[in-house]
């Protein structure tokens, strides 16, 4: 059942998004959400899913790999590992085309104070498991 939890919040959220016509759900747990949309490593289909982000650089927005502190990586993680070209649509300001990318190790470094800061509860996340939660900068395609 704790495997389907991702995908039942998932589907709750975007039921509430189409039900308020975009006027509530674009934010929740104090940072604004976004829709990702990867393409499925072994399927090949889009896959979508609503995820927060804790950090906004300029035009790059950070996303947390945390998948709640489960010792495997978010699937959507594995997917843009695979294939990094995905869509975004952040805040409810309509899809567009970015790259998905780890943070570097030096990225990381620099970046997980900052977003640990404002959201314990991804430091929480990393003390349940022995996987380093990667951080994840969507970047706009040039």
């Known amino acids: ?17 189409k039900l308020t016509r975009g006027r509530v759900g674009w934010r929740a747990y104090g940072m604004p959400m976004l829709e990702l949309t990867t393409t499925g490593r072994k399927s090949g289909e889009k896959r979508t899913t609503m995820l927060s982000s804790p950090l906004q650089q ?9 998948r709640g502190g489960d010792d495997r990586h ?6 843009i590992v695979d294939d990094p070209t995905v869509e975004v649509n952040f805040k409810g300001q309509g899809t567009r ?39 994840v900068l969507l970047e706009p395609v040039a």
Do not use: C, F
Request: zero cysteines; hydrophobic letters at 40%.
């Open 74 to 79: 978010p699937a959507w993680y594995l997917n």
């Open 1 to 17: 059942m704790a495997t389907r939890s991702p995908h039942l919040l998932n589907d709750v959220h975007r039921r509430i998004l």
């Open 97 to 135: 085309a970015m790259r998905a990318r780890p943070a570097t190790p030096a990225e990381r470094a620099e970046l997980w104070p900052i977003v640990t800061k404002d959201h314990a509860n991804y430091a929480a996340y990393q003390r349940k498991t022995d996987r380093e939660i990667p951080l």
């Open 58 to 66: 300029g035009e790059t927005i950070v996303i947390v790999a945390s």
